[in-house]
């Protein structure tokens, strides 16, 4: 369930996408953009997040006031490697966001994170993960969580 807190809409003064290279967070740069909100977008080029000085580099780049939306990763996981690759991007962001502060935090996760169900999944329903790429979204879900300090929205 996600809480406002603003008593009405509120652009982001930017918006730092992390996967930009990938479908979703071209678009989703894109459409930002479209909507005249500034945007960052980082793809593997700019930022590999498997690189051991991401995390400094993120904070570097991060300013108080940015959203930062969260899509990159490995997927579909299909093995213990790239699973285990994801977690330690997700190192990289957490550590990043432990000693710097944004306005917002939204990571786009995934359905696998819920088990099949013939009934609609909605904000009450248990995570029961059946995959790789389901227990990936979750941990990484976790991680934020546990570390990120900003609002979190988690889609």
Request: proline letters at 5%.
């Amino acid at each position: 369930m996600l809480t406002h807190i603003n008593q009405s809409a509120v652009d982001p003064a930017r918006v730092v996408v992390l996967g930009a290279g990938g479908f979703v967070g071209g678009a989703s740069a894109g459409l930002l953009a479209e909507r005249g909100i500034e945007v960052l977008p980082l793809g593997r080029g700019e930022l590999d997040l498997l690189d051991p000085g991401a995390a400094n580099k993120l904070r570097g780049l991060l300013r108080t006031d940015d959203a930062l939306l969260v899509v990159s990763a490995r997927a579909p996981v299909k093995d213990h490697a790239m699973l285990l690759d994801n977690i330690a991007m997700m190192k990289s962001v957490c550590d990043a966001l432990e000693n710097c502060e944004v306005a917002h935090v939204v990571y786009i996760s995934s359905d696998a994170v819920y088990a099949d169900s013939p009934e609609p999944l909605d904000e009450r329903s248990n995570a029961e993960p059946g995959s790789l790429h389901g227990v990936m979204h979750l941990a990484r879900e976790l991680m934020l969580r546990h570390s990120c300090a900003a609002p979190l929205a988690i889609l």
